[in-house]
């Protein structure tokens, strides 16, 4: 069950990189960059406001497919709109690589 889907990410995240070798990645760069998104989300993705959603541990594919969403007006929301107009497509990938590098634990109810 989940081999496949791993292995579909994979190839995914092969394809995006191979079409834009451009792409930076870089786990550091995108934890510098947080700073302006740990306001509402945490300075380790951990949300402080509670209107606004935990990115630590989310997958880079995700995190950088809503970022873009916000940024062409595909996914609507004012202020993610106004901050994700301030990244470049490096920005992005360096920030989806720093949320998804993130470790998270979670626990059954008690
Ligand atoms: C002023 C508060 C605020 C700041 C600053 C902010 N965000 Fe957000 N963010 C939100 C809120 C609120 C939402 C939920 C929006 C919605 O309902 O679509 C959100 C949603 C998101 C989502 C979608 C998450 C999901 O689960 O679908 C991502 C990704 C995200 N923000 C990344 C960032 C990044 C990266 C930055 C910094 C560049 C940032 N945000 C800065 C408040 C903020």
Known sequence: MFRPLHGLL????????????SQARDVE????KSQMCGVCHG???IS???????????PALYTAA???AYRSGAR?????????RM????????????????QIEVQPPR
């Open 76 to 84: 609507k929301h004012e202020v993610m709109a106004v901050m994700a």
């Open 66 to 68: 809503q970022l873009k």
């Open 43 to 45: 300075p380790l993705g």
């Open 29 to 32: 760069a995108g934890r510098a």
């Open 48 to 58: 402080t406001a509670p209107d606004a959603p935990h990115l630590a541990g989310q």
């Open 10 to 21: 994979a190839a995914a995240g092969l394809i995006a990189f191979s079409v834009t070798p």
């Open 87 to 102: 990244l470049s497509d490096d920005d992005i990938s360096n920030l989806a690589a720093w949320y998804a590098s993130l």
